[in-house]
């Protein structure tokens, strides 16, 4: 498809509607990461910025996932999902940029948008690299953070927005939810990949003796999904920020701390992690693996345009997904 991004013409007037007529943009730029949603700070001529996303079709370059009944995360995007999240998050006293504007209906910019506070450009991931000393009072909070999301409980699983309205209604077990979203991401995958086409049956019969060890429980926390040092911000005074929250769920907390685990490795303990189940927790480590082999392997076959990097990740996943066979 054409992609056509936001140049500065296009939001003269959403500026001067929101800052005022007198109020001058200096800068746009684009940001980068973002695969789902655009990703813009807008500086103005008081030395100020915001940032701005944009739910574009142009800004979005997931095709869609495979459909599994009753998955919670299959394609989390969108400016409903987004304030439903930031309410929730707001509500169990978590960090999010602060809320400037929401426009659902597309009046500004065609498309649905969200203006909120630029809490700079220093992402966990980056200080934890650069200076791990300065990293660890953020880190803390951050499990502080978590231990408040993990212990906001839901009636049941599902998207905040969903369970806020009252129209979950699940009888599944979450760990079948899990079991047959890597299945569908296995046949995805094993049709990409020789490898995982001649590993196919091994892998599905490991995912399900996983499976069959997890015990029942009906006890949901609210997970943010895709949780890594990359989606958190740290401000100036050292506060960490939470981002790219649209897929915050009611759910077992152990996928959360399975992603938790992987993507802040031995930084991890410092999150101090609430106690979780071991056999839940490795059916969702290895469900991830999978994910991350369909998923990257998915948009490779798109125009997004760091079609190496997720490659890369793909094959990294692969070996880890034979490697237990």
Same mark, same amino acid.
């Given at each position: 498809m054409t992609r056509a991004f936001l140049t500065p013409d296009d939001v003269h007037d959403l500026v001067a509607e929101q800052f005022g007529a007198d109020r001058r943009l200096t800068a746009l730029d684009r940001l980068t990461g973002g695969s789902k949603k655009g990703v813009y700070r807008l500086r103005l001529d008081d030395a100020t910025s915001v940032i701005l996303y944009l739910w574009a079709t142009a800004e979005n370059y997931w095709p869609p996932s495979p459909a599994v009944e009753d998955d919670p995360f299959?394609?989390?995007? &969108?400016? =409903? /999902?987004?304030?439903?999240?930031?309410?929730?998050?707001?509500?169990? $006293?978590?960090?999010?940029?602060?809320?400037?504007?929401?426009?659902?209906?597309?009046?500004?910019? $065609?498309? @649905? /948008?969200?203006?909120?506070?630029?809490?700079? %450009?220093?992402?966990?991931?980056? /200080?934890?690299?650069? =200076?791990?000393?300065? *990293? @660890?009072?953020?880190?803390?909070? /951050?499990? =502080?953070?978590?231990?408040?999301?993990?212990?906001?409980?839901?009636? %049941?699983?599902?998207?905040?927005? +969903?369970? @806020?309205?009252?129209?979950?209604?699940?009888?599944?077990?979450?760990?079948?939810?899990?079991? =047959?979203?890597?299945? @569908?991401?296995?046949? *995805? &995958?094993?049709?990409?990949?020789?490898?995982? &086409?001649?590993?196919? +049956?091994?892998?599905?019969?490991?995912?399900?003796?996983l499976r069959d060890a997890v015990a029942p429980r009906r006890r949901y926390g609210l997970v943010h999904g895709e949780l890594g040092p990359d989606h958190v911000l740290v401000t100036p005074s050292g506060e960490p920020v939470l981002i790219d929250f649209e897929g915050l769920t009611y759910f077992d907390v152990e996928w959360e701390h399975a992603w938790l685990r992987m993507r802040f490795e031995d930084a991890y303990p410092a999150l101090r992690p609430v106690d979780l189940d071991p056999c839940r927790l490795e059916l969702y480590r290895y469900a991830q693996v999978l994910s991350l082999i369909e998923g990257p392997l998915r948009i490779a076959d798109t125009d997004f345009p760091d079609r190496r990097w997720m490659l890369d990740l793909a094959e990294w996943n692969i070996a880890k997904a034979l490697a237990v066979i």
């Amino acid at each position: 498809m054409t992609r056509a991004f936001l140049t500065p013409d296009d939001v003269h007037d959403l500026v001067a509607e929101q800052f005022g007529a007198d109020r001058r943009l200096t800068a746009l730029d684009r940001l980068t990461g973002g695969s789902k949603k655009g990703v813009y700070r807008l500086r103005l001529d008081d030395a100020t910025s915001v940032i701005l996303y944009l739910w574009a079709t142009a800004e979005n370059y997931w095709p869609p996932s495979p459909a599994v009944e009753d998955d919670p995360f299959t394609d989390a995007s &969108g400016a =409903d /999902l987004f304030a439903a999240g930031h309410a929730a998050l707001t509500a169990a $006293g978590v960090r999010v940029p602060r809320l400037l504007t929401l426009d659902r209906d597309g009046r500004h910019l $065609g498309a @649905a /948008l969200a203006l909120v506070e630029d809490a700079g %450009a220093t992402t966990l991931e980056a /200080l934890m690299e650069r =200076d791990p000393a300065a *990293a @660890a009072l953020p880190l803390a909070t /951050l499990g =502080d953070a978590l231990r408040r999301m993990h212990t906001t409980s839901g009636p %049941a699983y599902g998207r905040v927005a +969903d369970v @806020a309205r009252g129209v979950v209604a699940r009888t599944r077990r979450a760990e079948d939810v899990v079991m =047959d979203r890597a299945l @569908a991401h296995l046949d *995805a &995958g094993a049709a990409r990949d020789p490898r995982l &086409g001649r590993a196919r +049956d091994r892998i599905a019969a490991h995912v399900r003796h996983l499976r069959d060890a997890v015990a029942p429980r009906r006890r949901y926390g609210l997970v943010h999904g895709e949780l890594g040092p990359d989606h958190v911000l740290v401000t100036p005074s050292g506060e960490p920020v939470l981002i790219d929250f649209e897929g915050l769920t009611y759910f077992d907390v152990e996928w959360e701390h399975a992603w938790l685990r992987m993507r802040f490795e031995d930084a991890y303990p410092a999150l101090r992690p609430v106690d979780l189940d071991p056999c839940r927790l490795e059916l969702y480590r290895y469900a991830q693996v999978l994910s991350l082999i369909e998923g990257p392997l998915r948009i490779a076959d798109t125009d997004f345009p760091d079609r190496r990097w997720m490659l890369d990740l793909a094959e990294w996943n692969i070996a880890k997904a034979l490697a237990v066979i």
